[in-house]
């Protein structure tokens, strides 16, 4: 039960960091792009743009929410790590539906980032419940 208590509260710490800084991300550079206008000449800036990449995407994202939703007693304490790596991949939606140019490399940067972190807690727990 103490474990049990100590891996929750990894979790809930380490998704709530990522949560925080991806969102003050997200705003840093939405507040960089306010100023530049979608005219020809700008590398970079806000634009919608919904796909069908976009919407398999988002479908992809919603079933595997709902699936770790299903199972989130029976994955613990991987239920953190995996939410991590689905955070990620919905902070690099969010570039790829509502940024243009170069940009966008910021959401393949933050799933980097969240998929790395997450294999990080995944092969420690490993490791911690092997030994």
Known sequence: MKNKKRFQKINWTVFGILALSGVLLVLSTWRSLK????????????????DSASSTLLMVLLFLTTLLSIGWK??????????IILLGFYFELFFLIFTRGWVGFMGD????????????????YVIYLKF
Do not use: H, K, Q
Request: proline share 5%; no cysteine.
């Open 35 to 50: 100023n530049v206008d979608a005219v020809i000449g700008e590398e970079s800036y806000r634009d919608f743009r919904w």
């Open 109 to 124: 940067f933050g799933l980097a980032i969240a998929v790395m972190i997450a294999l990080v807690m995944m092969v420690s």
């Open 74 to 83: 029976r994955v613990f304490p991987f239920n953190g790590p995996l939410a």
